[in-house]
């Protein structure tokens, strides 16, 4: 463990949050920490890569910062850990930390397999620590607001839905040929089911039938990596939805959501910045956004103020603040979405509807 300078902007009694993996999206999160969770504070950063670690620690104020997880597991004065990994670690390391009684935030998907992520859901329950996964469109305002009209009604009952993610394109990938095989079902299309299910809150998936190919880089087809999709689900309220995913969005990032039902339509979600728009000679348009965290910045924020908000009430034994409707995503959540991206994986192997595994069997809440 290498210690840095001490921040100075230290807050009473403040949440001490660890993170765990410093690539792009880590570093996304320990910004937000650092600079805009009241009442956080980043302690430590751990990734293999030290030198990486080493500059965004320092440009954040974290004051300790090394190559293993388990220095950060290990540390005393952390109560909260933000595991932004690889994949394939999520939930080795999700154990690893409740075991040591920390509470977890979890990028998804927050495992591979619905077998090491119930073994995983386990060592959270026996711990009771907090523990929440990183679906962050719950958190988006347009997306809240669509939720609390379904809860109220306004749409009546769901009978069709619909979520899309369209991301500007492989070139923002890095080395987009050694992304594994079903990122477009395990990373992207896993928020849209997780959106969907919490659209259609208190019915199940029980089916889906996924559609997927390399469209947008042809070329990578062979290697496994696809990157369009489209899905349909099965719930077990008779509502059926759609969810579909492209690569090749030029015109900028693209989310949306919507529900049709008995009494009419709520939509949330748009391709622009902001609402405003420009009529001219050269016609209409628009600014877009590049990049999820531009689109979705206020949201990335507003999940770790839900965490660490959770995280305090559980330390200090006060209870949370009224800021959430959010329904923080949670094992449940993680394990459903996870069972719909294995599902989809079967359905494209298979080319035929697949059964969604019983999503809450084993998976607390």
Known sequence: MVYLPQNTNAVASPVRIGLIGAGWMGAFHAESIARRVPGAVLVAIADPNLEVATALAASLGAVKVT???????????IDAVIIASPARFHAPLIAQTASAGKHVFCEKPAGLGLDELDAAVAAVEAAGVHFQVGFNRRYAADFLAAKKDIVAGVAGTPQLLRSLT??????????????????????????????????????????????????????????????????TIRYSNGAIAVAEANFSALYGYDIRGEVFGSKGMIQA??????????????GLSA??????????????????????????????????????????????????????????????????????????????H
């Not at 079902?185 to 089916?207: C, Q, R």
């Not at 290697?223 to 489209?230: A, E, M, P, W, Y």
């Not at 979600?269 to 050269?282: F, H, M």
């Not at 103020?305 to 009430?313: L, N």
Request: overall charge negative.
């Open 67 to 77: 190559a293993e997880a388990s220095d950060v597991l290990a540390d005393p004065e």
């Open 166 to 231: 369209r991301d500007p394109g492989t070139g923002s990938i890095p080395n987009a040929g050694r992304v594994p095989a079903w990122t477009i079902f395990m990373e992207t299309l896993i928020h849209d089911f997780d959106t969907l299910n919490w659209f259609n809150e208190g019915a199940e998936p029980v089916e889906v039938y996924a559609v997927a190919d390399a469209l947008v880089e042809p070329e990578l087809r062979d290697q496994g990596f696809l990157d369009t999709s489209v899905v």
């Open 269 to 282: 979600g748009r391709a622009t910045e902001t609402a405003a728009r420009r009529y001219t000679a050269d």
């Open 287 to 364: 600014d877009t956004p590049r990049l999820n965290v531009e689109l979705f910045r206020e949201a990335y924020t507003d999940e770790l103020v839900d965490f660490a908000d959770a995280v305090r009430a559980r330390r200090d034994g006060t209870p949370p603040s009224e800021a959430a409707f959010t329904l923080t995503p949670g094992a449940a959540d993680a394990r459903r979405a996870l069972a719909m991206a294995l599902a989809c994986i079967e359905s494209v192997k298979h080319g035929a509807p697949v059964a969604v595994p019983a999503a809450t069997a084993k998976a607390g």
